[in-house]
């Protein structure tokens, strides 16, 4: 008998196609005449030259990676001047450095709970917040998107420790959630709450100071924040935001954080030069807020079905999967790449356009995204 163990994958394979669901690499060139709205570069920063010559001096600096993990020669005075940034501009008490949004999520997930907690997560969360739970070993009850009441109720169930969390805004429609509602649910019912703010920093909040700020909750007892590097800021890499006491707590804790290398020495330089860079032009936050209502209101001018953005993201509704698809590929083709959601990676199972704002788009480039998305629209 002949030993094949990977032939499974050619099973699993077929049947992806099939389903229509095959995923692809297209890797761009650094010269793409293409307008992007699939990134999340919401405020321009990724190619800023101060944010790129923050990350060059920060590599001839310190070199080209962290060469650790933090625990051991991974952290320097640049992951320390950054996690001081991050915790003053969101109005935290501390702040902890990690090299992924991803893992940011994971550490706070698995330290904050375990066996003998409740995690209640909303039914839209990220699947960084679902993988989250999964592997913190907590009972996990999934409550209906943006529903405090769910979440009250489910907390009262619990016998231990009890954390609701949520994204701030949501990746696929990009509507916000009920932070204020959701943060009386928890205090009410003597329970954590953990939002990732990934998609909220840098768009929402006074100059970009992120959806907790807005929500007047940033600092907070009993509130812990997440978020990535790699939106807004135009880096890499996440960090996860509260009392000193549970920053803390994770450095001797969070897996994700104590296994891993510390975050590149460039990636950190890059999100500290924006972070700075925020301070001084606040305005960067309105004017992407401002792109993204001018591209829904067009859009659906235009007879479009989108979704009334929250924050930056802009979702346009597609007929199916495969229309989907085929509406990406003619805008990529027109010259225009937008983002493509579609099942198993949207939880409603309707598929759409996903369109982010940026604070550098000009009005010409507006019209010219909003008539791409238009011309090639699919039937029904």
């Not at 991803?102 to 839209?124: E, F, H, K, P, Q």
């Not at 949520?166 to 205090?187: I, M, N, W």
């Amino acid at each position: 008998m002949s030993f094949a163990p990977f032939d499974w994958i050619d099973d699993a394979a077929r049947r992806r196609a099939e389903a229509g669901l095959v995923r692809a690499l297209r890797p761009r060139t650094a010269e793409t005449q293409s307008l992007d709205l699939a990134s999340n570069d919401y405020l321009g920063l990724a190619r800023h030259p101060e944010v790129t010559g923050a990350a060059a001096e920060a590599a001839r600096r310190w070199g080209a990676g962290a060469t650790g993990s933090r625990l051991v020669t991974g952290s320097t005075a640049l992951h320390a001047e950054l996690e001081r940034e991050l915790a003053a501009f969101c109005g935290f008490e501390a702040a902890l450095v990690l090299s992924s949004g991803y893992a940011a999520n994971l550490a706070a997930l698995t330290a904050l709970t375990g066996r003998d907690a409740l995690i209640v997560s909303d039914a839209g969360n990220h699947a960084s917040i679902v993988d989250g739970c999964r592997l913190s070993r907590a009972e996990t009850v999934v409550v209906p998107h943006a529903d405090p009441d769910a979440v009250r109720k489910a907390l009262r169930t619990r016998d231990g420790r009890g954390l609701a969390v949520t994204d701030s805004v949501f990746s696929v429609d990009g509507d916000a959630a009920p932070l204020p509602s959701l943060a009386e649910a928890c205090r009410a019912e003597g329970a954590a709450l953990l939002v990732d703010d990934a998609h909220g920093l840098g768009v929402l909040g006074e100059g970009g100071r992120g959806a907790l700020a807005a929500a007047g909750l940033a600092g907070g007892d009993g509130i812990v924040a997440t978020l990535t590097l790699s939106k807004a800021l135009g880096s890499q890499g996440g960090a996860v935001l509260g009392p000193a006491r549970v920053i803390e707590h994770l450095v001797n804790t969070a897996r994700t954080f104590i296994f891993d290398t510390g975050l590149a020495p460039a990636a950190a330089g890059a999100a500290l030069g924006s972070l700075l860079l925020l301070r001084r032009e606040p305005d960067r936050a309105a004017r992407v807020r401002e792109v993204a209502a001018g591209l829904h209101e067009r859009l659906t001018g235009a007879g479009l079905a989108a979704v009334r953005p929250d924050a930056a993201v802009v979702s346009v509704r597609a007929p199916s999967a495969d229309a989907a698809v085929r509406w990406a590929a003619d805008c990529r083709e027109a010259g225009v790449t937008v983002g493509c959601f579609r099942p198993p990676s949207v939880p409603d199972g309707v598929s759409r356009l996903r369109l982010t704002a940026r604070a550098d788009l000009t009005e010409a480039q507006i019209a010219e995204a909003v008539d791409t998305v238009r011309r090639t629209a699919p039937a029904g």
